[in-house]
């Protein structure tokens, strides 16, 4: 197992793909829909009963997890050489300030 994080180091450190999460969201925003608009406002019993509601709340919840969690794994801060090479800018830089006692 050690040697499979070793491995997998300079991979998890890299510019992470945001396909997971497209898809993963993707997923949830069609499944919103279908439930919404092509279930919800058509079939006035819908989800009909204990069981079916259930199971909407239980795929529901699997794809916001699923979403979240991409989102959340395939986050990244900026590297380091990015950071570096951006000038450091003060909020006042834009602002002219005032002499001391000018109204």
């Known amino acids: 197992m ?6 997998l180091g300079p991979v998890m450190a890299a510019e992470k793909s ?5 898809i993963a969201g993707g997923l949830l925003v ?3 829909l279908i439930v919404s608009l092509g279930l919800g406002l058509r079939k006035p019993n819908f989800p009909g ?3 079916g509601e259930r199971a ?3 795929i529901s919840a699997v794809l916001v997890l699923a979403a979240v969690s991409t989102a959340v794994i395939t986050a990244g801060t900026p590297s380091k050489s990015a ?3 951006k000038p ?3 909020t006042t830089e834009n602002f ?3 002499p001391a006692g000018a109204p």
């Open 2 to 7: 050690h040697a499979l994080a070793l491995q």
């Open 18 to 22: 945001k396909v997971a999460f497209f």
């Open 30 to 32: 069609v499944w919103a």
């Open 49 to 51: 009963s204990a069981q």
């Open 56 to 58: 909407v709340i239980a």
């Open 83 to 85: 950071t570096a090479s």
């Open 88 to 90: 450091a800018t003060s």
């Open 96 to 98: 002219p300030v005032a």
